[in-house]
């Protein structure tokens, strides 16, 4: 007899009203963006004078890199029914990309955005790569945290359909930044 997910592997948070965790969780999940495309739109609000930042981007392509490894790791385990592989992969997974995040705006806060120096097709697929990845990586942050979400709460059957979206979103936008760094690093000052 298969005992079902829920008495075997019980949600991390007590059962409960959730109802501000949601709405919390939705103003971040649009708030992330947004304070990212002010960064972007106004790059001398946060400049420090004297801060050395250019090892960032190598950085951010190995969290990237490593944030990849760990979803395609729990996915295999979560396949392969180890739930607690699972959760511990896609755990990292988390804070990789939070890591990630706080390098990425500490880089871009300090230094100025760097112009791809490509041409022909290698210059297509850089926009477009780019393009993709940016317009991904802003839906990412809201499917990665109502899907964590619903993990924790224990609410197992909304966290299967949501991450059956999370997952190759997350990991498409964790690839296409490592991929688009590699073609924009002979560029950097």
């Keep these: 007899m298969n005992t079902p997910i ?12 959730y109802t501000r965790y949601k709405i919390i969780l939705g103003t971040l999940g649009v708030v992330v963006p947004l304070l990212v495309a002010v960064l972007f739109s106004f790059p001398q609000l946060f400049r420090i004078p004297g801060v050395e930042v250019k090892f960032l981007p190598a950085v951010n392509a190995v969290l990237n890199s ?3 490894a760990c979803l395609v790791a729990g996915y295999y385990f979560i396949r392969t029914k180890q739930v607690l592989r699972h959760r511990a992969m896609m755990g990292t997974a988390f804070a990789l990309g939070g890591l990630f995040l706080l390098s990425y705006v500490a880089y871009h806060s300090q230094v100025d955005s760097t112009k791809f120096g490509g041409a ?3 210059r297509a697929v ?3 790569l780019l393009l993709t990845h940016i317009s991904l990586a802003i839906v990412t942050v809201g499917l990665v945290l109502f899907t964590l979400y619903f993990a924790l709460t224990g609410q197992y059957t909304k966290h299967k359909a949501i991450a059956r979206w999370t997952f190759p979103v997350w990991l498409y936008v964790s690839v296409t930044g490592v991929i688009v760094y590699f073609m924009i690093s002979p560029y950097y000052t």
Excluded: R, S
């Design 126 to 128: 850089y926009f477009f």
């Design 6 to 17: 829920e008495q075997l592997h019980p949600p991390v948070l007590a059962p409960g009203d």
């Design 66 to 68: 490593l944030t990849a």
């Design 120 to 122: 022909g097709v290698a």
